[in-house]
């Protein structure tokens, strides 16, 4: 079992800049995937970002040049660097990863608010 704690959530204003982390309990670098979903109210669970065990990334085409993703395995940890937020990005943001053996698991959930 991995036990993901997301953390950073909390209320914005358009415009401004939001930093996420996702604590694992297991070194982070036996994951194969990590990342960032996020859902919004009324609306199904979309990907936000994802990183793999080698770096690549890939990004939802609607917060491509805002937001970025990493990793720092040092600290089992899981970041997402969003900037230029809008209030179209209002969610709950979950971090997830895959295991090797394709376990996936989930974390509780942050809430992102972005509104004046």
């Known amino acids: 079992q991995v036990q993901l704690v997301e953390s950073g959530g909390g209320l914005v204003q358009p415009g401004g800049s939001m930093r996420l982390s996702c604590a694992a309990s297991?070194?982070?670098?036996?994951?194969?995937?990590m990342g960032w979903y996020r859902q919004a109210p009324g609306k199904e669970r979309e990907l936000v970002a994802i990183?793999?065990?080698?770096?690549?990334?890939n990004y939802a085409d609607t917060v491509k040049g805002r937001f970025t993703i990493s990793r720092d395995n040092t600290k089992n940890t899981l970041y997402l660097q969003m900037n230029s937020l809008k209030p179209e990005d209002t969610a709950l943001y979950y971090c997830?990863?895959?295991?090797?053996?394709?376990?996936?698991?989930w974390g509780q959930g942050t809430q992102v608010t972005v509104s004046s």
């Open positions: 997830t990863c895959r295991e090797w053996n394709q376990n996936v698991y």
């Open positions: 297991r070194s982070s670098s036996s994951m194969m995937t």
């Open positions: 990183i793999a065990s080698g770096g690549y990334t």
